[in-house]
Each structure stands twice: as C-alpha cells, then as structure tokens.
T-cell receptor, first 118, second 112 residues
Framework: SAVISQKPSRDICQRGTSLTIQCQVD?????MFWYRQQPGQSLTLIAT?????????ESGFVIDKFPISRPNLTFSTLTVSNMSPEDSSIYLC???????????????FGPGTRLTVL | SQQGEEDPQALSIQEGENATMNCSYK?????LQWYRQNSGRGLVHLIL?????REKHSGRLRVTLDTSKKSSSLLITASRAADTASYFC????????????FGQGTRLTINP
C-alpha cells in the first residue's frame, strides 16, 4: 500500500489569506484526489488531481478557490484561497494505484490537514 | 450526489461484544471500501470488496456485500477499546472515474 504524507498537519489562518497544502506519496500512483471533511461530517470530494494538466473539479468547487497542481505522479498541492471561517475543515489527499495487484483500486489517504480560519 | 447511507449513526457496545455497521447505496458499484477514522485524523483503509464478491475477511473484520439489496455490512468481532472510531463506507461506481462516494459514517464507541 502507498504511504501518503501531508504538510502542514494543521494550521490556523486569518480570513482572506491563502494556504497551500502539500501531499507526497511514497510510490507512483495513477490517481490522486483531494477531499474536504467539515466538522462532524463525512468526506466530500473536491477534485481529481491530474498529472500535468488542470484538475477535474466536483460540483460546488472551483479552480479559483481551490487551485491544484500535480507536477508528477507522487506529488500534489491544494491551495485554499481567500479563506473564510467556512473553510475550516480537514483537508485530505488520497492516492490510488493501478495494475493487477492485490491492492488494485484501493484508495489510501494521507493524515489530513486540519485548517482553522479565524 | 451522496450515495452511501450508513446505519446506525452511532453505536455503543461493551468490550468483547461484536459490532455490526451497515451501508446502503443507490446505484451500481465496481467496489465498496470500508475505512476507519480516529478522532478526526486520516482514514485507514480496512477492506475493499468487489461487486462480484460476497464476503471478505481480515483479522477480526468481516465484510459482506449484497448487490441485489445494494447493501454492505462490516462486522467487528471481539471488540476492543482501540476499535473506538468512526467507520465509513465508500462506493466506487462505473460512472465515477475511480472516485469514491462516502457515507455519513458510524461512530463506534467501545466501553471497557
């Protein structure tokens, strides 16, 4: 299984600022995703991070607010722009391998970034 | 759209008892995955069950899938205090490009 790390693990930010979250996978993965988990809620998919091209956003999420980069198969960043208190959430990245192995289709998650916006 | 519906929303049992959590979904799936989350941290992958499978085991975990009823269950046997966590099911759909749709989760508390 892939091991996924995220930085920072948590942050407290002021309204109107931006924060970039980094996600690093220890092995190449085909797919990478970014999720948001609001307090006490389940996970909601923000976007699919595509290598070398623009991310694919889900309904309700836009590139101007959540720009995403994925320059290679093991690294991605999510920026939360012009933050407001409503953006206070846990942000998680995930990776999924391909190929006919026992873990095919399994999606593994990073430890999350807990963001508080004041 | 939200696919997974889990019940119960919260479950409290005594250590040593078995815990069963259920997940229902609405449209056809490629696979269904169960995750555990401790205290708002990252998700730990537990089991993936494919649409052509009916049951899978991993240690004290047993997952069943009934595609005719569009439902799955997670059974934890001989529960321990360390099993206290939130448990989520997530479905992967043929139309979803490998994306996962998460249920609302079950908050499991194991009382010593």
């Amino acid at each position: 299984s892939a091991v996924i790390s995220q930085k920072p693990s948590r942050d407290i930010c002021q309204r109107g600022t931006s924060l970039t979250i980094q996600c690093q996978v220890d092995s190449q993965v085909t797919m990478m995703f970014w999720y948001r988990q609001q307090p006490g809620q389940s996970l909601t998919l923000i976007a699919t991070a595509n290598q070398g091209s623009e991310a694919t956003y889900e309904s309700g999420f836009v590139i101007d607010k959540f720009p995403i980069s994925r320059p290679n198969l093991t690294f991605s960043t999510l920026t939360v722009s012009n933050m407001s208190p409503e953006d206070s959430s846990i942000y998680l990245c995930s990776g999924q391998t391909s190929g006919r192995t026992s873990s095919y289709n399994e999606q593994f998650f990073g430890p999350g970034t807990r963001l508080t916006v004041l | 759209s939200q696919q997974g519906e889990e019940d119960p929303q919260a479950l409290s049992i005594q250590e040593g008892e078995n815990a069963t959590m259920n997940c229902s979904y609405k449209t056809s799936i490629n696979n269904l995955q169960w995750y555990r989350q401790n205290s708002g941290r990252g998700l730990v992958h537990l089991i993936l069950i494919r649409s052509n499978e009916r049951e899978k085991h991993s240690g004290r975990l047993r997952v069943t899938l009934d595609t005719s009823k569009k439902s799955s269950s997670l059974l934890i046997t001989a529960s321990r205090a360390a099993d206290t966590a939130s448990y989520f099911c997530a479905t992967c759909h043929p139309w979803g490009a490998q994306k996962l749709v998460f249920g609302q989760g079950t908050r499991l508390t194991i009382n010593p």
